[in-house]
């Protein structure tokens, strides 16, 4: 079945630095992936579509400045969460669509990220 | 109002028990989608549906479109279905987006 491998699976880092995630379809292509953020005992949320090749585009509420998404290819989509602050602490989970057919979604494993 | 509303927020069952988990949703849909998310975080895709039923070993959904509800069974639980449920759903023209139920806590006990 299709695979998508996101890393990393936890990170810590000191405040103010910043930190990326990838998220990699090794089967497939990926022509929209899909970034969202779960903070404990909530539901997932959406934070960005993905499209190769053009900006992403963020949900409401979302800053793009601090959480850039860049979907440089087919297989790679990364989540770069500039200037971590520990309000930033949480779940960061991406899936991605296979082709433009009518099929489910495949979610990468998540990164926990937990900013001191 | 939650879009997704799902029911039991939290289930406890022995093993072998039949399970129910119901979804309801209030808006256009194109898709809903039965999730699957371990302690660990990660999840997996169980359904997809649009119409329908779907039956994937132990694991059934059905959708009732007209009803705006779905529901996912599970025969014959076992300890290590234990896991958190969730449902979603694309809303139509949403360029597969999806929208989330705040998920149901399954636990399978020996």
């Known amino acids: 079945g299709a695979v998508v491998s996101q890393h990393p699976s936890w990170v810590i880092c000191k405040s103010g630095t910043s930190v990326k995630i990838e998220c990699r379809s090794l089967?497939?292509?990926?022509?929209?992936m899909f970034w969202y953020r779960q903070f404990p005992k909530q539901s997932l949320m959406l934070m960005a579509t993905s499209n190769e090749g053009s900006k992403a585009t963020y949900e409401q509420g979302v800053e793009k400045d601090k959480f850039l998404i860049n979907h440089a290819s087919l297989t790679l989509s990364t989540l770069t969460v500039t200037s971590a602050h520990p309000e930033d602490s949480s779940f960061y989970i991406c899936s991605a669509r296979r082709g433009l057919t009518n099929e489910k979604l495949f979610f990468g494993s998540g990164t926990q990220l937990s900013v001191l | 109002k939650n879009e997704v509303e799902q029911s039991p927020q939290n289930l406890t069952a022995q093993e072998g028990e039949f399970i129910t988990i119901n979804c309801s949703y209030s808006v256009g849909i194109s898709a809903l989608h039965w999730l699957q998310q371990h302690p660990g975080g990660g999840i997996v895709s169980l359904f997809m549906l649009s119409s329908g039923k779907k039956k994937h070993g132990r694991l059934i959904a059905t959708i009732n479109i007209q009803e705006k509800h779905s529901s996912l069974h599970i025969t014959a639980s076992h300890p290590r279905d234990s896991a958190v449920y969730i449902c979603a759903v694309s809303l139509r023209g949403s360029n597969y987006k999806l929208t989330f139920g705040k998920g149901t806590l399954l636990t399978v006990n020996p």
């Open positions: 089967d497939f292509q990926a022509t929209t």
